[in-house]
């Protein structure tokens, strides 16, 4: 089991359908939106697996950033996330 953090900012000629539907997918996996361009999700799948069901909303220009979180790295300033993956593991 993954927790991932993903930060996914739309360039301005994104359609927010097309926005939506990469929220969707990133919904579909116990998701935290910690702020409106940043997430984190727990998953089963393999990131690489992730990335390909993502990457197809993903236009020119957008801004991507996907990486595994990992409890230990986190302080105490960061106990609300601390507290939602814990509760999910």
Do not use: G
Request: charged residues 20%; contains cysteine; positive net charge.
């Amino acid at each position: 089991m993954a927790v991932l953090h993903i930060t996914y900012q739309p360039n301005t000629h994104t359609d927010n359908a097309v926005y939506e539907a990469f929220c969707d997918v990133l919904k579909s996996h116990q998701p935290m939106s910690l702020s409106k361009p940043n997430w984190a999700i727990i998953t089963d799948e393999p990131p690489k697996a992730l990335w390909q069901k993502l990457k197809n909303y993903i236009k020119p220009h957008d801004y991507v950033v996907m990486f595994p979180l990992d409890a230990r790295l986190l302080t105490v300033k960061d106990k609300t996330i601390l507290e939602w993956i814990l509760a999910r593991l």
